[in-house]
């Protein structure tokens, strides 16, 4: 069996409300898988943390190299696969004031 290479990015999302420990948080585990394909994805990610971002550039992404980075994101809630439930996700990534792209993703 071949599996496509990802890294899972585990997310502290701040949700507005708070508690007596101070705001609220959950965690949401976003996946970004290296192919071809959702490279669009990667690229907006890398925006959104303040990088610049060149068109057909090889990058080199570690666990360590996105380990405590902080972004935006729009959050939307997802559906469960048999039309119950939902669950929070990633809508997309909001570019970083100063980041640079090459193009629009």
């Given at each position: ?8 990015l585990?997310?502290?999302?701040v949700s ?33 943390r ?17 380990l ?5 994101a ?15 996700a990633v ?13 629009p993703?």
């Amino acid at each position: 069996l071949k599996r496509t290479p990802y890294i899972e990015l585990e997310c502290a999302v701040v949700s507005g409300g708070y508690t007596v420990d101070g705001p609220q948080k959950y965690v949401h585990k976003e996946s970004l898988y290296f192919t071809e394909k959702s490279g669009w994805r990667i690229d907006q990610y890398r925006a959104s943390r303040g990088d610049t971002v060149v068109a057909g550039e090889a990058v080199e992404m570690t666990a360590n190299s996105v380990l405590g980075d902080t972004f935006k994101a729009k959050i939307h809630h997802k559906p469960g696969s048999n039309g119950t439930g939902s669950w929070p996700a990633v809508h997309y990534f909001i570019e970083k004031a100063g980041a640079a792209a090459a193009e629009p993703f």
